[in-house]
């Protein structure tokens, strides 16, 4: 293995540029929701480059796609790299994107060098990374890692009523190759930052050590519908003021550690009309912390403030956990390989923890895995505005070569 072998930053670029044009929306974003026929097109372009490349493609029964690029020993479990295709429904050109061609890049660039490895290579992109159109958000991966059924994938139903397994049906991707239960020599994943540490710090790599712990509830508040004229203040049982308290109280929880996170983004308000005091609200709470007990800490202190509010203001405040996902920590040695690998190239690079969720979050249940991370302008991501650096990405793409040369041999 040389570390002079870089990969083809205009070719890397290009790959972007071209799978951006798939889905694209007025404002230089990409709109490509899972399982939709631009999904098909996408994954269609995605299929013909891998071929053009000489890898062996297959599919699973989830529609998660691997391109083989065989090793001078194919017992070996594979080193595979990938991430996501689809898209939110604001999404930018770099996210998930970004991974699949990173990856694809790596194998082009061992074909070009007539490089061969010891265990095979594989490009993975794994549908449905996003969550918006079916959840469970990062489900496929999910289903490769045994976290969840094959049959409560393909049974998820999207807002028309659709299910998952129709939908993959439909665009051609249901495959044959059976989900998951298969060995993988090691896992990365190239991915866009999404937060603004990297860009702030002056670092082209960020070395990703894990990430974050997450455990979201569902919180129902009740009170009662009044009318705002004749009701006086002390009588109310006003659901909205309650719920405002608890935002409060979010926020502040999350305020004690660096890590840690606290947010409310989804809030339904009944009957919400001007002129009545809110009689209930439904809202979202998402916590994450690098450490169990942080989430614990959070969880413990919304349900005591929960109680407090609720005799205060005479509210009922119900709260149910909808996700928990631990906090994840990768394999010490693919993580090694990936901060050896910026060393070598001379990249200033940084550990860092990744605040999102990403498929190899759950693939690190399964496998040695790692992340790399490259900045992406003002940390804006699912947002159509996104945008990164091609020197950045190149930088991403050539650490992750050299991770995947010290892992395949
Ligand atoms: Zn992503």
Redesign the pocket.
């Known amino acids: 293995m040389s570390a002079d072998s870089r990969i083809d930053p205009e070719r890397l670029w290009g790959s972007l540029m071209d799978m951006a044009k798939i889905g694209a929306t007025p404002k230089g974003g990409v709109k490509r929701l899972t399982l939709t026929d631009l999904d098909r097109q996408g994954r269609d372009r995605f299929v013909a480059w891998c071929k053009q490349a000489g890898l062996a493609v297959s599919v699973d029964g989830v529609g998660n796609i691997f391109a083989r690029r065989a090793g001078r020993n194919n017992a070996l479990p594979p080193v595979v790299s990938g991430?996501?295709l689809d898209t939110q429904p604001s999404g930018g050109r770099f996210?998930?994107c970004y991974?699949v061609m990173a990856a694809l890049e790596v194998a082009r660039t061992l074909n070009d060098r007539g490089i061969e490895t010891e265990a095979p290579f594989e490009v993975a992109m794994w549908t449905n990374?996003?969550g918006s159109r079916f959840l469970p958000v990062m489900g496929a991966s999910g289903a490769f890692a045994g976290a969840h059924t094959v049959e409560e994938i393909l049974s998820a139903r999207d807002l028309d009523g659709v299910s998952f397994g129709d939908a993959l049906r439909a665009i051609g991707y249901a495959g044959t190759t059976p989900v998951g239960a298969r060995k993988l020599g090691a896992y990365f994943e190239a991915?866009?930052e999404?937060g603004p540490l990297l860009e702030n710090t002056g670092n082209s790599v960020g070395v990703v050590t894990g990430a974050l712990g997450q455990r979201w509830f569902e919180v129902t508040v009740r009170g009662m519908d009044a009318h705002a004229g004749p009701t006086p203040m002390h009588l109310r049982r006003d659901a909205l003021l309650g719920t405002s308290f608890m935002i409060q109280e979010v926020n502040r929880l999350a305020r004690v550690n660096e890590h840690a996170r606290g947010t409310v983004g989804m809030i339904i308000n009944r009957p919400n009309s001007r002129n009545v005091v809110p009689g209930e609200t439904v809202f979202s709470i998402d916590f994450r912390d690098t450490e169990v007990a942080g989430l614990d800490r959070m969880e413990q202190g919304i349900r005591a403030a929960a109680q407090r509010i609720a005799g205060e203001q005479g509210l009922e405040i119900d709260i149910r956990q909808t996700v928990f996902f631990p906090p994840c920590r990768f394999d010490a040695g693919c993580v090694a390989a990936v901060r050896a690998g910026a060393g070598r190239l001379g990249y200033r690079h940084m550990d860092i923890v990744s605040g999102?969720g990403?498929?190899a979050v759950h693939i690190a249940s399964v496998a040695p895995t790692a992340m790399i991370f490259v900045p992406c302008e003002g940390g804006i991501?699912h947002n159509e505005i996104e945008n990164a650096k091609p020197e950045d990405l190149a930088a991403g793409c050539n650490v992750l070569l050299q991770a995947v040369l010290a892992q395949a041999g």
């Open positions: 991430s996501h996210d998930g991974g990374e996003e991915h866009i999404q999102a990403h498929d991501s």
